[in-house]
């Protein structure tokens, strides 16, 4: 069984900057892609933000790119985002995600977060909650 679970969560000014950590634990497939997912206040659905998959390839929504960085540390079984320059709009509960499953952008218009595998066959943490103050 995978577990993942974040940490890193905290209340910032904007402007600055908050590291969040997921570690995960079980079996994990040699071809698979990490995720955060974040929901923010009043919004019924999980925003993906960034992801990345087992060959370290990248992908960020519009909303965070430049400002966010992912990445992961093999040896702590640790996946890491990195957030810089923080806004009151980024406030909201965030949430690490695993896919048994290499996932990837084919089509224009369609995003590694649109992925159903996300809801059907994801691995979620509990979620850390960031709370930017203007």
């Known amino acids: 069984q995978v577990r993942l679970v974040e940490s890193g969560g905290g209340s910032v000014q904007a402007g600055t900057s908050l590291t969040l950590s997921c570690t995960t634990s079980g079996d994990i497939a040699s071809l698979h892609t990490m995720g955060w997912f974040r929901q923010l206040p009043e919004k019924k659905e999980r925003e993906g933000i960034a992801a990345i998959d087992s060959d370290g390839t990248p992908t960020y929504a519009d909303s965070v790119k430049g400002r966010f960085t992912i990445s992961r540390d093999t040896a702590k079984n640790e996946l890491i985002l990195e957030m810089n320059g923080l806004e009151s709009t980024d406030t909201g509960a965030y949430y690490c995600?695993?896919?048994?499953?290499?996932?990837?952008?084919?089509?224009?218009?369609?995003?590694?977060?649109?992925?159903?595998?996300?809801?059907?066959?994801?691995?979620w943490g509990q979620g850390t909650q960031v709370t930017v103050s203007s």
């Open positions: 995600a695993l896919i048994q499953a290499r996932v990837r952008a084919t089509e224009p218009g369609v995003s590694v977060f649109d992925s159903p595998l996300w809801s059907a066959k994801g691995y």
